[in-house]
């Protein structure tokens, strides 16, 4: 997980502020942020869902969580088709 961030982090600081959104660092970072916090929606709801923490918006979706983390990561699947 530390070397996803360290990658993001990369991309952020090494495209070229000129470059514009579809052709870089707006697009990889959109795709990416979304990869990432899908997946961590989907592993955050399954170690709450199997302890005594209770997350009000998690608690509430039950099996919908599944629904949301996926929903992320189409959503970064549609910035990985607009990258060049």
Known sequence: ???FGLAFLGLIIGAHPKTPL????GVVVGMLGCFLLGLA???TYYFVAQSDTKIPVMDQLNQLNLVVGV?????GFTFATKWE
């Open 1 to 3: 997980l530390i070397g």
């Open 22 to 25: 579809g052709r870089g660092q």
């Open 41 to 43: 929606w989907i592993v």
């Open 71 to 75: 929903a992320f990561m189409a959503v």
